[in-house]
């Protein structure tokens, strides 16, 4: 049975194969080109979506914050009557970061931010919390030429 194989594959293929030869591409497509156009594209779209989505958010947050700036001012003001001397810091830090000009300076003080900082000096236990204190002290001083530095001292 295989020497019948065998006859029949030699009398009905006499030529040879061709052998895996090179494809003949006349053409100038190439698919990795193409790929990497993609890639590209996908990349700079990538890009410009994220730079949109940081702006729009940019945008909300600078409209959105002076409305919250009463709210945090008076939960900082009550962060300096808890017992607790990390929350007292935390207070003091931000009536510091928050008294950048004499408006908000003076709504500090009608709050009572002022005399809860002094309170907040004498009744400190550890000197990292009277510092604290002191810089927000500073900070809401009305001269901005001569305010003490809490380092220096």
């Not at 790929?35 to 702006?55: P, T």
């Not at 709210?71 to 008294?99: C, E, H, I, W, Y």
Request: proline share 3%.
């Amino acid at each position: 049975m295989r020497t019948l194989a065998a006859r029949l594959t030699t009398y009905y293929c006499r030529r040879n194969p061709v052998r895996n030869s090179q494809p003949r591409n006349f053409s100038t497509y190439n698919g990795r080109d193409e790929l990497s156009l993609e890639q590209d594209a996908e990349r700079k779209i990538g890009w410009l979506l994220k730079l949109i989505f940081a702006g729009t958010a940019t945008c909300i947050a600078y409209n959105i914050m002076p409305y919250m700036g009463d709210n945090l001012l008076q939960q900082s003001v009550s962060l300096l009557t808890v017992k607790d001397p990390l929350f007292k810091r935390m207070g003091a830090s931000r009536l510091a970061q928050f008294a950048i000009d004499d408006e908000r300076r003076m709504k500090i003080v009608e709050m009572g931010g002022a005399q809860e900082l002094v309170n907040m000096l004498v009744d400190a236990k550890d000197d990292r919390t009277r510092k604290e204190a002191l810089k927000a002290l500073s900070a809401l001083s009305p001269s901005g030429a001569h305010q003490l530095k809490v380092g220096e001292c």
